[in-house]
Nanobody, 126 residues
Framework: QVQLVESGGGSVRPGDSLRLSCAASGRTLSSSYGVGWFRQAPGKEREFVAAILWSGGMTDYTDSVKGRFTVSSDNAKNTVYLQMNSLKPEDTAVYYC??????????????????WGQGTQVTVSS
């Protein structure tokens, strides 16, 4: 049984940075196609943020975070990170990570992912 645990969230001001971690236990993250980050704001659908695919180390981002967020991995620690810079109030949400378990070039579809973590809250406010 694979378990993912997110951490690193918090309350910050606009323009600040945070680094989220997604640590896996029970199985290596490399046993999947990759890892995705999603977020869910109050009253909104869970949306895709970023993904890292093990094949070729490819990464993908939703347009609103391109140039500000960076997804990376440390296979030795079985952990994936989401570095978030220049945070904006609209980035406020609960952030989740999940393993990409189905082969698909559509990285943003939630049904391609499994083993969701419990989420970590990110609040950006002045």
């Amino acid at each position: 049984q694979v378990q993912l645990v997110e951490s690193g969230g918090g309350s910050v001001r606009p323009g600040d940075s945070l680094r989220l971690s997604c640590a896996a236990s029970g199985r290596t993250l490399s046993s999947s196609y990759g890892v995705g980050w999603f977020r869910q704001a109050p009253g909104k659908e869970r949306e895709f943020v970023a993904a890292i695919l093990w094949s070729g180390g490819m990464t993908d981002y939703t347009d609103s975070v391109k140039g500000r967020f960076t997804v990376s991995s440390d296979n030795a620690k079985n952990t994936v990170y989401l570095q978030m810079n220049s945070l904006k109030p609209e980035d406020t949400a609960v952030y989740y990570c999940a393993r990409k378990v189905y082969y698909s070039t559509n990285y943003s579809q939630r049904h391609n992912y499994a083993n969701w973590g419990q989420g970590t809250q990110v609040t950006v406010s002045s």
